[in-house]
Nanobody
């Protein structure tokens, strides 16, 4: 019924950049309140990276300081995340998220990002 497909994860050196994309299908677009990204480092809790809300306002996690851009194409139910200047501490599984107007979350399959020399 609802399916979020992520792409763009992988290995990157410190200081490098990656771009993630997530496409949603089976979702009524008018019911989507937000789309964005969360991450979960190994052994840690899932945390907000960035989300795009209705009207294209954005929210970022507290750790996000520089070099992150999140965009959403609402007509395609697609969200993108550009991350620059990645650090080893950014190593995590990155999950796409879509929240509907009832507060229900849908999650992508997760994309592993590993930042290492």
């Amino acid at each position: 019924q609802v399916h979020l497909v992520e792409s763009g994860g992988g290995l990157v050196q410190p200081g490098g950049s990656l771009r993630l994309s997530c496409a949603a299908s089976g979702i009524i677009s008018t019911a989507i309140v937000s789309m964005g990204w969360y991450r979960q480092p190994l052994g840690k809790e899932r945390e907000l990276v960035a989300v795009v809300n209705e009207g294209d306002s954005t929210n970022f996690g507290d750790f996000v300081k520089r070099g992150y851009t999140v965009t959403r194409d609402g007509t395609k139910n697609t969200v993108y995340l550009r991350m620059n200047n990645l650090k080893p501490g950014d190593t995590a599984v990155y999950y796409c998220n879509a929240r509907n107007n009832y507060g229900f979350d849908r999650w992508g399959q997760g994309a592993q990002i590993t930042v290492t020399s």
